[in-house]
């Protein structure tokens, strides 16, 4: 099924329903996507009613049949994608795999969720963010993607590993797909946005060092010190929006160029093709596991 | 030509060069289509050089050649689009005409361009919405499309009416195109961003009133009061960059939803595919006159 730059195929992945969907570009187009996806699942069209949850005060007592409850838990989202790195450290090709989402889109900003933005070590992204870039005078939001998933895109890159190692015995050499994990900055543009200055723009840059203080950026979080993997335009939407519903949600971005660092390098339509292949089985493989 | 969702297709109308260029949905999108249109107006590829423009400094005296200059109000660029209306007298299938555009969406705020945010018009305009709507923790940003574009628009909407009025004469009765000119806020998705309340995001609208709020603003510019036409996804960005680049642009979109006062109505598919031939019509005769 295809509507403007939406597409959607449904499918088994080892046995497992899946649906892939394409987005736009951008955060506004995910904020489509999220919002039609969540009709999808939680929307009863032959009841026209929203289906009910575990813990919802007008279901308490009313609905006795708990096996017709929702849990927002069974959806699981994975972003697929490409982006820019930060990280002076970061090789191309490599898979930046969220843990964090800095929303430096305003998209979620239309969506409040106090309960998200107290959490500690959400606060603590936000105020770094805040403190140690040009970002400070923007109303950034922050998000997490689902530990299960992160972890689970983790596993499954190592899983690929072992095998490409095994296959390494054969006479088909492969190198082994890089995956870092770290937060996530997602942006509403390209180019201004991310630091890219263009012709004319050039002293219309608000955040002109943007891309060298994402790199240098250090959090601390519950789970130790956090670095910015990856920017790209999608996730922060992805995340957010899902931590709101108790999706369970995350991306895994493949690293099309370095941009920060002595030597800045830019992945081939080759190295390209290839690591996107990798995150699609990689994604793949987390989505049926989890 | 095609990348992602971006197509392009340049031909001549009525022996006039158009290029019609389609963006995906949301600012972010449209941030790169300008960058881009930028690049392919003003960078000389064979020189490996920006071409220089009157008034450059690095130009003075050392281009001699005054031909060579580029003039960037030759860039001429009009959005062709759909809509809401939060007016409650915007009829459906009325094609919206941008004068003023109200930057929800935060894309344009990485680029600075003290000059147009000192203009007298655009602070009203941005007073006025942060004064009378929900957006006021908001930082919007606001643009005004060239007027040759808005005027010339209109004049091509009266033009086809006396062209429909004609046909009118034999059996195929035609009604006139409905035009209205106004101010356009652009956001930075399709739901929550536009007051739109999908399940369980009911308790986490940030700004739940804002059609009704838009729809009620009346602001004091330099042209007389200004309302709120419509509400779409994408003008902002093309017209902010433009005007700071120093193009002609502006913006026709079918009001494809009246979202506000006694009567919503949602125009047909038949209606739509009607509206936006016409406003696609009215686009090329206004890019070709002016």
Redesign the interface.
């Known amino acids: 099924s295809q509507h403007?730059?939406i597409s959607i195929v449904t499918g088994t992945y080892n046995g497992t329903p899946v649906s892939v969907v394409s987005t736009?570009?951008?955060?506004?187009?995910v904020?489509?996507v999220i919002?039609e996806i969540?009709?999808l699942k939680?929307?009863d069209m032959a009841r026209r009613a929203?289906r009910p949850r575990a813990g919802d005060s007008a279901v308490e007592g009313k609905e006795a049949n708990t096996a017709e409850l929702f849990d927002p838990a069974s959806v699981k989202i994975i972003r697929v994608g490409t982006c820019g790195s930060p990280m002076p450290t970061m090789p191309v090709t490599a898979l930046a795999v969220t843990r964090y989402a800095i929303g430096?889109?305003?998209?979620c900003?239309?969506?409040?969720?106090p309960e998200i933005a107290a959490l500690p070590d959400l606060q603590e992204v936000r105020r770094a963010v805040r403190e140690h870039t040009g970002l400070r005078?923007?109303?950034i939001y922050v998000a997490k993607a689902h530990p299960t998933i992160t972890q689970g895109i983790v596993n499954a890159c190592e899983a690929l590993n072992r095998k490409l190692g095994a296959a390494t015995s054969s006479t088909d050499s492969q190198t082994p797909q890089a995956c870092v994990v770290g937060a996530t900055a997602t942006?509403?543009?390209?180019?201004?946005?991310q630091g890219r200055v263009?012709?004319?723009?050039h002293n219309?840059?608000?955040?002109p060092n943007l891309v060298d203080e994402l790199g240098q950026l250090r959090m601390n979080v519950s789970e130790g010190t956090e670095v910015v993997a990856n920017i790209e335009?999608e996730t922060s939407v992805v995340c957010y929006l899902s931590q709101?519903?108790g999706y369970r949600a995350g991306a895994v971005c493949v690293v099309v160029a370095k941009r920060a660092g002595e030597k800045r390098e830019t992945a081939s339509v080759e190295q390209t093709k290839k690591a996107v292949s990798n995150a699609v089985r990689v994604a793949l493989e987390a989505i049926v596991a989890i």
Chains 1, 2 share one sequence.
């Open positions: 403007r730059e736009g570009m951008g955060a506004g187009s904020e489509i919002n969540h009709v939680e929307y929203w430096m889109d305003n998209s900003l239309f969506y409040k969720a005078d923007f109303d942006t509403s543009g390209f180019y201004a946005p263009v012709g004319r723009f219309h840059i608000t955040v335009m709101l519903l």
